[in-house]
């Protein structure tokens, strides 16, 4: 429920450029966590099919530097 909140909090912004800029923003920070889960999962003993191993970490810095409200800020 948070994405369609995100993206209703974007789509109300009626200066495209602020649009373009947030939603950059947003992948930017999709794919710094994505990278981070990917070198957890390579490093891990890891078995495809298995559970995923959880990493508190990765969870934690990924909001810890961007809340969620920051899309409300620009």
């Known amino acids: 429920m948070h994405q369609k909140d995100a993206i209703k909090s974007v789509l ?3 200066n ?3 649009q373009y ?3 950059g923003k947003a992948l930017e920070k999709i794919f710094e966590v994505v990278a981070a889960g990917k070198v957890i999962v ?3 003993d890891y078995i495809p099919g298995s559970n995923l191993p959880l ?3 990765v969870a934690a ?3 810890k530097r961007s ?3 920051i ?3 620009v």
């Open 12 to 14: 109300r912004f009626e």
């Open 16 to 18: 495209y450029e602020k």
């Open 21 to 23: 800029k947030i939603t």
């Open 42 to 44: 390579e490093n891990s």
């Open 55 to 57: 990493n508190e970490t």
């Open 61 to 63: 810095v990924s909001f």
């Open 67 to 69: 809340p969620p409200s």
């Open 71 to 73: 899309l409300y800020c």
